[in-house]
């Protein structure tokens, strides 16, 4: 039995049934429950049509890839799927598919620190350029784009501050303009938004974060069209930034408890974040969830829930920060985001320490400004490790 028939695409209505059953073999290997892990760098050639056809690790299309590419596309609601190595790797080769020497790019201002080094750091020695727009902002858009413009990127919930763009201009503005539009939905997760269905062309995704959701893989993803999904696969056969069996393994076997994980990252954060925003040691709290967040009313429309990441300011600034990730004992200090246990990280020296602190200051990102992911642990412990370390920075306050 050749590999191609290992995957039958079955159509569920619910995404907790997609997650669980679309993409599996059928029929099961040996009558496995589970996907077998297909540690084989090559396989037996069929009489492929071309050489991104032929089976084979690199090009990303031997059975544990595949099997992933029909669960994530079944999703997110859209025709095919890609992983990746990482998340910078589905990133930075879907920009380098479809700009070229002498393209332009319009992309959002507030950018995982990965991206926003790609951005202003490589894409210039391809010959590319780009402008910053305001996702808030979308009158302000058209004065940046340019005839060579070919594409707008956004995220759908900013790291680290949690903004959230107008999606719905960019989808219009996107498609008035003929350009395409992509989005980066680590933060939301397919649970919470999926783009597709909103009319963005791509979605982009940090495997290693909320599908896989155990803190043990480094990957990505992409979803879209068959058609944009496939010139992106061919770019990334010639880069090489594949993604190896054991790890498709263990992303696909991740993503089966996406949906009762988030719900639970969801419903914590926002108790979480209520907690913080009422306790008179915290100056500032960034969470959609929040009333009081700018683009709260937005948020509520666009997403089904609004995430496990959250990120707030100390009253005391880099000193309180760093005092209060000392006090607390439940998070683990760590730059990653997404799994079952909470991280906490200061952006500044972490993922946007490649910016400027100029530019870091224009946007937001104190030097105080602390990252919270949170985990699936019992948020009354979480209360109650953060309100610790938080009455500790309340009476160093009260003691000068």
């Known amino acids: ?75 997110e609601g859209a025709e095919d799927a890609l992983v990746a190595s990482s998340g910078m790797a589905a990133i930075s080769t879907t920009l380098l598919t479809f700009l070229h020497n002498g393209d332009h790019l319009l992309v959002q201002n507030c950018l995982y620190g990965g991206t926003h080094d790609f951005v202003t750091k490589d894409l210039h020695t391809f010959g590319i350029s780009h402008d910053f727009i305001d996702g808030n902002n979308p009158e302000s858009w058209e004065k940046k784009r340019r005839p060579n413009t070919k594409a707008i990127y956004v995220e759908t919930m900013t790291n680290p501050l949690l903004e959230v763009a107008d999606h719905k201009e960019v989808v219009k503005f996107a498609k008035a303009h003929g350009i395409l539009s992509m989005i980066d939905n680590t933060f939301a997760s397919p649970i919470n938004f999926r783009p597709i269905e909103h009319g963005f062309d791509l979605s982009l995704h940090s495997g290693t974060k909320y599908l896989n959701g155990h803190s043990d893989i480094v990957a990505g993803a992409v979803i879209g069209s068959s058609e944009l999904v496939s010139k992106v696969k061919h770019r990334l056969d010639h880069l090489g930034g594949s993604l190896d069996p054991h790890a498709c393994f263990l992303l696909h076997r991740g993503m089966k408890t996406l949906a009762i994980r988030m719900r639970y990252h969801n419903e914590s954060a926002l108790k979480i974040a209520r907690f913080l925003e009422e306790h008179n040691a915290v100056a500032k709290v960034n969470y959609p969830g929040l009333i009081s967040h700018l683009q709260h009313n937005r948020a509520g429309e666009l997403f089904d829930g609004f995430s496990g990441m959250l990120s707030f300011e100390p009253k005391g600034g880099k000193v309180a920060a760093e005092q209060f990730m000392k006090n607390v004992s439940i998070p683990i200090i760590a730059p990653s985001l997404g799994g079952v246990e909470s991280l906490l990280t200061r952006p500044a020296v972490t993922s946007h320490s490649g910016m400027s602190p100029e530019d870091r200051k224009k946007l937001g990102i104190t030097d105080g400004l602390i990252r919270v992911s949170i985990g699936i642990e019992a948020t009354e412990d979480l209360i109650e490790d953060f309100g610790k370390g938080l009455e500790t920075l309340r009476k160093i306050s009260v003691s000068h």
């Open 1 to 75: 039995m050749t590999s191609l028939a290992l995957v039958l695409k079955k159509k569920f209505n619910h995404i907790e049934t997609k997650l669980i059953h679309s993409g599996e073999p059928e029929p099961r290997v040996q009558g496995a429950v589970t996907m077998p892990i297909f540690q084989s760098a090559m396989f037996e050639t069929r009489n492929e049509p071309g050489y991104h056809d032929i089976e084979y690790i690199r090009l990303n299309n031997t059975p544990n890839a595949k099997a992933l590419h029909e669960k994530l596309s079944a999703i």
